[in-house]
């Protein structure tokens, strides 16, 4: 039997009331393997932050879950437009986000803020054009 | 009762085998084995809905027999305020109250009473402790039981009170020994109850050692009793009612949130709604919300299953009921009613665990994953677990075998005819 489980999902681009669904599986999954409450916490608003965004900037993409003894790492990969200045994206309160996706509540610019808060370690790498891959990593030990 | 578990349970002469309560049980705690419904009992909250969806009347919740009272000398009602709800016309809760005397009870002392009490103490512990808030409303003991066993994270905002027929069977009893000078076991503290949810909660509380409820009987018994009583009684009931608008208002769904006066609420009603809503707020979608009031059953306490009336009649009822009393009519003297504290924090019971240790959990759950990619995810239910995923966890915790699925089995079956065919 192994001990790393990897788990993908595919983010749709067209239907706003399913993002989300990958990071609540996920959750799910977690709250069965035995992990501190605060753990499954950080993992599942990271991740549904990061899913969120993709719907929102990037037409969707794919999610990647690693989950292995010492860690559980998300990495999120687009074929979006890509983010010219990353330092600005990273600022809390800074948003790109259209109209009708504030008039829906989110778009507060504290999507990458709040997964880099909730996860223990992020790397973001984004070219204009071609997409943006983000990697979450949350340690268990 | 000592070995009281839960008040749902099966009549399994009554149980077809069916899967209507497997499909309907929101915690997945049933099973069909060998025909007959079992029902996990770490799993089960006692919400209800498979007493609520089973056709055959194979489900019952288990609570008191009327006669219960012959075992008192001195004999207390506790009406919830989900039996004024049951009643056509009716414009006065005395009726109620005067017909339960009737019955046999010596005294009565409401449970809207006590809520407005605890309406109050609420206000004043939520605006004391606004670093923790949203709270959650505590009354809902399927709620409680739920937070408990599948958001831990959430423990921490549940309201630390308990629910108000345990407030109201406190007081009563103190009362009732004042009253009588009796000694507290011969006088029986009785709670006429919506739901089954109560009957567990009064006989194996979570946060408090003991209730001082001695039992529970159901609403849809003591109904067809106080019908011919309330006629008895219509032209000259006696003045023993105490609660105003905000008490009786907690039997419906948005009552408790009432009793608040705070529009910073959001109220949810209904077991499937109740958990979407403690999802989002784990997951931090919303935080700006002073109350969160989540009753498992549709409507509110007047949808428990222990109900006569349609939710929403009673509902309806219920209001007409409200327009004309005071807003409330108990007031603490105190900031806090000691009593009305949960004695022991409530504690995080994992039972959906897998495995022991997260790294045993990792190779159970690539087991499951495994075992899900071969199974149709017709989720039919055929197999007795409610979805393919719950048989494939069966499966790995021993108490399920691959053949249980019909499309596994059949295909087992065809291609061993293939074999036979050959020779």
């Known amino acids: 039997m192994s001990n790393t489980i990897t788990l993908k999902y595919t983010v749709s681009s067209d239907d706003f009331t399913r993002a989300g669904e990958a990071s609540s599986t996920v959750k799910s999954k977690l709250k069965q393997m035995n992990l501190p409450p605060e753990i499954i916490r950080k993992v599942a608003i990271a991740m549904y932050e990061g899913e969120i965004n993709m719907f929102i900037h990037a037409n969707g993409g794919e999610i990647t879950v690693e989950i292995s003894p010492t860690e559980i790492v998300i990495v999120l990969e687009d074929k979006g437009p890509g983010i010219e200045n990353i330092t600005q994206a990273m600022t809390a309160g800074f948003s790109t986000a259209p109209d009708n996706i504030r008039s829906l509540g989110f778009g507060a610019g504290m999507g990458l803020p709040n997964m880099k808060k909730y996860s223990d370690e992020m790397s973001l790498s984004s070219n204009v054009g071609v997409g943006t891959t983000v990697t979450m990593k949350v340690f268990i030990k | ?423």
């Open chain 2, 1 to 423: 009762m000592t070995d009281f578990e839960h008040s749902v349970r099966l009549d399994s002469d009554l149980c077809k085998g069916c899967i209507n309560c497997i499909k309907r049980c929101p915690t997945q705690a049933i099973r069909v084995r060998n025909g007959k419904a079992v029902i996990i009992s770490e799993f089960c909250i006692d919400c209800g809905e498979c007493i609520r969806v089973c056709p055959h009347h194979a489900k019952l919740a288990t609570y008191d027999p009327l006669d219960v009272l012959d075992n008192y000398e001195y004999k207390v009602a506790l009406p919830a305020p989900s039996l004024y709800a049951q009643f056509n016309n009716l414009d006065d809760i005395n009726i109620v109250l005067s017909a339960l005397k009737l019955m046999g009870f010596d005294d009565v002392y409401e449970v809207s009473g006590a809520a407005e009490m605890v309406s109050e103490m609420s206000r004043r512990y939520v605006a004391d402790n606004k670093d923790k808030r949203p709270f959650i409303g505590s009354a809902c003991p399927t709620i409680v039981r739920l937070v408990s066993i599948r958001f831990p994270n959430l423990i921490e905002h549940l309201l630390p009170f308990n629910a108000p027929v345990d407030v109201a069977a406190a007081l009563a009893r103190k009362k009732a020994i004042k009253d009588t000078g009796l000694p507290s076991d011969k006088i029986g503290i009785i709670f006429i109850s919506p739901c089954p949810a109560k009957v567990t909660a009064c006989k194996k509380p979570i946060g408090i050692d003991k209730s001082d409820v001695d039992a529970v009987i159901a609403i849809k018994e003591v109904y067809p009793v106080l019908l011919p009583l309330m006629k008895q009684v219509v032209n000259k009931p006696e003045e023993l009612s105490t609660s105003g608008r905000i008490g009786v208002g907690w039997g419906n769904s948005g009552g408790e949130s009432g009793g608040m006066l705070t529009d910073s609420y959001l109220a949810a009603d209904g077991i499937e709604n109740a958990i979407r809503v403690l999802e989002d707020l784990e997951d931090e979608k919303f935080d700006r919300l002073e109350f969160i009031e989540l009753n498992a059953c549709s409507g509110g306490c007047v949808g428990g299953v222990l109900n006569v009336e349609n939710p929403y009649v009673a509902q309806a009822k219920l209001k007409h009921l409200c327009k004309y009393l005071p807003v409330a009519c108990n007031h603490l003297d105190t900031d806090y009613i000691d009593g009305a504290f949960l004695k022991k924090p409530i504690e995080y019971n994992p039972v959906f665990n897998l495995a022991d240790n997260f790294e045993e959990s990792i190779a159970i759950m690539s087991r499951i994953d495994e075992l899900c990619e071969k199974f149709p995810g017709l989720d039919c239910g055929s197999c007795g677990a409610p979805t393919c995923k719950a048989l494939a966890e069966d499966i790995v915790r021993g108490e399920a075998s691959e053949n249980d699925c019909i499309e596994i089995l059949r295909k087992y079956l065809k291609d061993k005819s293939k074999e036979l065919e050959k020779k």
